[in-house]
């Protein structure tokens, strides 16, 4: 089998890059330790390692559908991209701005990017499309997650944290 080095090293910064900025956006700080979780979370280590791989296996279905159909690499390219920018947004949504109640909304659209992905690309190559079901699972379990992570703790966006009042 050749490697085609350009789809190849495309998609895997695809996957590297989401998974880095993923692991430099989740402040698992006081706030996050504080926040009611429920009993079925699993523990924080396994978020790492499973990002890591879903995320080798969705950018694999990017390489795959890419070289199976050069000619639709502007559709390919448009899903993987939606999808890039919705997976990125929900960090610092959750995290950095501490809105879980955002990034659940955000969730949605995440999830719909996923299952176009899973969707659309067996058009290309079926098994481009069946290496994102993990991602699809994923995403849906922490769609649960994350609004039982809502539903315990809201409302958010109250007083910001260290605004001098005067």
């Not at 402040?27 to 009993?39: A, F, M, N, V």
């Not at 879903?54 to 390219?77: D, K, R, V």
């Not at 448009?78 to 610092?92: D, E, G, R």
Request: cysteine-free; glycine content about 8%; charged content about 10%.
């Amino acid at each position: 089998m050749d490697i085609e080095w350009t789809p190849a090293i495309i998609a895997a910064l695809w996957a590297v890059i989401l998974g880095g900025a993923g692991g430099v956006l989740t402040d698992i700080g006081q706030w996050y330790r504080e926040l009611k979780k429920p009993s079925w979370q699993p523990p924080d280590w396994l978020f790492g390692p499973a990002w890591t791989v879903i995320l080798g296996l969705s950018g694999w279905s990017f390489y795959l559908a890419w070289t199976a159909a050069p000619e639709a690499l502007g559709t390919i390219a448009a899903l993987f991209a939606v999808n890039f920018v919705l997976h990125f947004a929900w960090s610092p949504l959750f995290f950095k701005a501490k809105r879980p109640d955002w990034a659940l909304a955000e969730n949605v659209f995440l999830w719909l990017s996923v299952l176009s992905l899973f969707v659309f690309l067996p058009e290309y190559s079926a098994l481009a499309g069946w290496l994102n079901a993990p991602y699809l699972a994923w995403v849906s379990f922490a769609f649960f997650l994350n609004w039982k992570i809502v539903q315990l703790n809201a409302p958010f966006g109250g007083k910001p944290e260290n605004s001098g009042s005067a």
